[in-house]
């Protein structure tokens, strides 16, 4: 390839050799407004210059800026047009020369204008409703062809009136709407070159602001540190800004204004009467603004504004008061005194309760605007005090006091009258009212007190009261007393009459209400004291020809009935009263006659019940009401729940209990209690009262509903486990350290182990009576009890009844059985045996001896009273194991009393009996009276437990001449034994235990 061209252009250059050729490659152009292009001239031949014309024939410069020609070597030379507009257009000529000889060419060059869109804005920003004219501005050569689109579909001006398309290709919209919208696409053709090219508008339509008031009107008050909300919602597109202007000034957050983020709410602060006014809120966006004015109304509570104290004096003609109050609304004003309300306008009748006249058509009310005035007429010294002005309106009220002052002249109260005797002091009270104070001066028939002579009265002064003190000796201190009070208004003078005092009359008895030991004397009151209060009253009775007995009774407000205690049933009395005071006792009245009534049951006991700090724990209090003529046996208690029917084990209490405190209730449950009186005639009627336990605070919940947590069952045994442990455990200690207890019983049955009683084999052969053990002391109680008084109505003697109440009182010592309980474990301790000779009294006496263990047990001291008899006591615990009480024997040659361990016990020498017969136990059924809170509890018997009982009288031998000692002392098991201080004396010989 490379020989053949170079073979053509050696030919071509050989046939040109003499001639100069010139060609333009391209051969034609057309350009681009805008573009640039080169054309490129060869010479074929020597050229020496080779040039460029422009289309106007001018030589093209070399330092054109848009057309530039460069010569790149010998043969070629660059036309190179830049930015080609519309006058680059027209035929250049390329012109080669060598001399005179000449060669040139053309090429034509046209310029066109491509699609160029000068002017499509985007977004273009429309007013809702205005007519739109939507720009899009293009230009080419040939001018393109418009289309119009919205929506991917072509506008068909033909078939929407509102849309058109005018001739410089704008798009024009006629009363644009939010529904308009949207993205619109410009595009342009030229159909010659086959050309398009489109730009996207968008389009956008401003809605104007529209606002709405919340509320057109806000109320506030002022002056009262509260804030004030203005609030208005405005709408529009785009989104508009709010503001607020209060006087044309537009209002910005501070220290007295606070906006929210788009400032749709205005808070006004610390509200003043000054705020009130309108607001503007203003909501503006790019389709303009609107505006709402918002009203704001401020109101002022009322305050009173003027008030002042005011001075007047009694009978002046009148005084006004003023009272001056601001507020918005405009305040009504009102006046008050004490519980009394003026009106305005109102002329009324003004009462001081109980204490003065009443003020007629006196006061009259005035307002005007804000000011009210409250006029009294003819001044009063009752006027003074503190009237009350109130102002109020809508929204509030305020109260403020002034202090109306009236100066009067004394005026003197209280009674004239006192009553007194000789020796008796008295004060005659001078109350005095007076403004300003007064000076109080008493005289007594001219003379000033006190005087000289007079020693026996004394004046006592205090702010609003003078009391003259008179100790009357004789009846010339009784009259009148003058007390002058004076201050600058006036004098004034009130006599006061001293009287001497009297007895009272009579009381009336009206009625005597009589039953067995008790009556009930109904009366009335003396028809005259005598000045001065009854103190007392004495009633007085007796039987028909013999002496009067008497009791006083304290005079208590409202008493029109006494009860006079003692009497014997059956029996005819005679009955009278007199009154007593200061004075001395008045006449008593006629005498009235009543017959008491036979011996009968006793009256029901009146009950009282109070719940204890444990809420299921209740004492019934009991007071004896007449006991029928019999003295009360003892007290029958019983108790239920209300909810069921049968009644708890019944109490039995002794004749001196006053109550009964009931344990172990059921909690928040209601229970009915039935206290009895009996007597030797039978039971009373019952006394009956009803409660109700609180609830239990302390209840263990149920397990857990997911089994977790341990049953009542599972608790109860736990329990009875750890008890039957802890007995195993005191059991055993009682076996080492005391050698007694069960484990001891059964090492001495079936083990052949030496029980405690070896240590007293002396004691029961008769050679160591007075020995002791080793380890441990014996406690001997040695009591003396003197002779009972026997019962009311001479019978036989009544067992006693020594059980204490259910819970008795520290204080309650008479009621504390003295009997030594001795514990199975210590019982088999160390056991002495101790004597006491009976001193030779007139009085019966009889000793105990009362065997102890080596712990110490508190023991209530003896005392004369058939209750607290240690013999009574011993029988009730001892009445159902030992029916008779073994004889006396003699120390020196002491039986041996078998043990119950022992399997073959020996039988003991006969004891001869002493010259009284053997002194019989109480009967068993005594032991029925002591019951309390259940069953009676017998004392403990101990299975290994030695007992002798010795006695000595004056150094002789007492012996058995019957073996029916020796039984009883064989089958006495019991730890004490006593003999009962009631057994009979034989021949005048005392009983000895």
């Known amino acids: 390839m490379l020989q053949i061209r170079d073979l053509i252009w050696g030919l071509l250059f050989i046939g040109c050799a003499a001639a100069i050729q010139v060609q333009i490659t391209p051969t034609q152009g057309e350009i681009s407004v805008g573009d640039s292009k080169f054309f490129l001239c060869e010479v074929v031949g020597d050229a020496k210059d080779i040039d460029w014309y422009a289309p106007s024939g001018e030589k093209i410069a070399p330092n054109r800026p848009d057309i530039i020609v460069s010569r790149s070597d010998e043969t070629m030379s660059t036309l190179t047009i830049y930015h080609a507009n519309v006058d680059s257009a027209g035929i250049y000529k390329c012109v080669a020369k060598n001399g005179d000889k000449e060669a040139q060419a053309t090429v034509q060059v046209k310029i066109f204008q491509r699609i160029t869109f000068e002017s499509a804005p985007s977004p273009q920003e429309f007013n809702e409703g205005d007519d739109a004219d939507i720009v899009c501005d293009v230009v080419s050569s040939p001018p393109p062809t418009i289309i119009w689109k919205h929506k991917g579909s072509r506008i068909q001006v033909a078939k929407d009136v509102r849309f058109r398309i005018v001739d410089n290709g704008h798009l024009q919209i006629r009363g644009i709407k939010k529904t308009d919208e949207g993205m619109y696409n410009c595009e342009a053709r030229v159909m010659a070159r086959g050309e398009i090219d489109f730009r996207m508008i ?9 606002i ?4 057109s009107e806000v109320n506030s008050t002022a002056d009262i540190g509260s804030s004030a909300l203005l609030a208005c919602d405005a709408d529009g597109f785009p989104e508009p800004t709010v503001t607020w202007a209060h006087n044309n000034i537009v209002l ?37 603004e609107k505006a709402e004015e918002v009203s704001l109304n401020v109101f002022v509570q009322p305050k009173i504004t003027y008030l002042n104290n005011q001075t007047a004096s009694e009978f002046d003609e009148q005084v006004t008061l003023t009272c001056e109050a601001s507020g918005d609304p405009t305040p009504t004003i009102s006046w008050s005194f004490e519980n009394r309300v003026f009106s305005e306008g109102e002329q009324a009748s003004w009462t001081r309760p109980d204490k003065y006249e009443s003020l007629d058509r006196n006061i009259v009310v005035r307002s005007h605007a804000r000011v009210s005035s409250l006029t009294l007429k003819n001044v009063l010294f009752t006027y003074a005090g503190q009237y009350l002005c109130t102002a109020s309106n809508s929204i509030g009220q305020d109260n403020q006091h002034m202090y109306l002052e009236v100066r009067y002249a004394p005026k003197i109260l209280g009674p004239v009258t006192v009553y007194t005797w000789e020796g008796n002091a008295a004060n005659i009270s001078c109350e005095v009212e007076a403004h300003p ?21 004394k004046i006592y002064n205090t702010p609003t009261i003078s009391y003259l003190e008179i100790t009357p000796d004789s009846q010339n201190d009784f009259g009148s007393y003058n007390c002058t009070a004076t201050n600058v208004m006036g004098t004034e003078s009130k006599e006061f009459l001293l009287i001497q005092a009297d007895v009272p009359s009579s009381p009336e008895i009206q009625q005597v209400e009589p039953f067995s030991s008790t009556a009930v004397v109904k009366f009335e009151e003396p028809d005259s004291v005598g000045g001065v209060p009854i103190m007392k009253y004495r009633v007085e009775w007796r039987l028909p020809g013999q002496g009067w007995t008497g009791s006083e009774h304290d005079a208590k407000d409202d008493m029109t009935t006494i009860t006079i205690v003692g009497l014997k049933p059956e029996t005819i009395y005679e009955v009278k009263m007199s009154a007593i005071n200061g004075k001395g006792e008045g006449e008593s009245s006629p005498a009235s006659t009543f017959k008491t009534e036979p011996v009968r049951e006793p009256s029901a006991p009146k009950l009282e019940a109070r719940v204890q700090q444990r809420g299921n724990s209740i004492k019934i209090s009991f007071i004896e009401q007449d006991d029928g003529g019999s003295p009360i046996k003892h007290f029958l208690v019983r108790y239920k729940p209300k909810h069921v029917s049968d009644w708890k084990p019944e109490i039995r209490l002794p004749n001196s209990s006053e109550y009964v405190l009931l344990n172990g209730l059921d909690w928040n449950t209601e229970y009915e209690v039935h206290v009895v009186a009996e007597n030797q005639q039978g039971k009373s009627e019952p006394g009956i009262v009803s409660f109700r336990t609180a609830t239990d605070t302390t209840t263990i919940p149920d397990a857990m509903a997911d089994g977790s947590g341990l049953g009542t069952g599972a608790i109860v045994g736990i329990l009875i486990v750890v008890f039957f442990l802890l007995l195993v455990g005191v059991d055993v200690t009682c076996y080492f350290l005391n050698k007694c207890g069960l484990l001891m019983c059964i090492a001495v049955n079936f083990c052949g182990k030496s029980g405690p009683g070896a240590k007293s084999k002396d004691i029961e052969e008769g050679k160591a009576a007075f020995t002791t053990d080793e380890s441990k002391e014996p406690i001997v109680e040695v009591r003396a009890e003197e002779e009972h008084t026997p019962n009311q109505g001479g019978g036989p003697t009544e067992p006693n009844e020594t059980t204490p109440l259910t819970e008795p009182e520290p204080a309650a010592a008479d009621t504390t059985s003295t009997v030594v309980n001795l514990l199975p474990s210590t019982a088999t301790n160390s056991v002495a045996e101790s004597f006491s000779t009976a001193q030779s009294s007139p009085a019966s006496e009889s000793t105990t001896l009362t065997t102890s263990a080596s712990s110490p047990t508190k023991a209530a001291p003896a005392k004369s009273s058939p209750q607290n008899s240690p013999a009574a006591q011993s029988s009730a615990l001892n009445a159902n194991t030992q029916p008779d009480v073994g004889p006396l024997v003699d120390l020196s040659d002491t039986p041996k009393v078998p043990s119950p361990c022992d399997p073959a016990p020996p039988v003991s020498e006969p004891v001869s009996p002493p010259s009284a017969d053997p002194v019989k136990a109480p009967d068993s059924t005594q032991n029925k009276d002591l019951q309390v809170d259940g069953p009676t509890k017998d004392a403990p018997n101990t299975p290994c437990t030695d007992s002798t009982t010795s006695a000595q009288n004056d150094g002789k031998t007492v012996k058995d001449e019957n073996t029916k000692g020796e039984t009883e002392l064989k089958n006495a098991t019991d730890e004490v034994k006593t003999v009962p201080n009631e057994a009979p004396q034989m021949n005048g010989n005392e009983s000895k235990a």
Do not use: H
């Open 202 to 210: 968008k389009v956008v339509v401003n809605v104007l602001p529209t």
């Open 252 to 288: 910005e957050t501070g220290d007295k204004y606070s906006l929210n983020e788009d400032g749709s709410e205005l808070v006004i602060k610390d509200v003043k009467k000054v705020d009130e006014g309108d607001y503007t809120c203003i909501a503006k966006n790019k389709a303009g």
């Open 212 to 215: 709405r008031a919340r509320q």
């Open 437 to 457: 104070g007064a000076s109080v001066v008493w005289f007594r028939e001219g003379f000033q007190l006190p005087s000289a002579n007079t020693t026996n009265m």
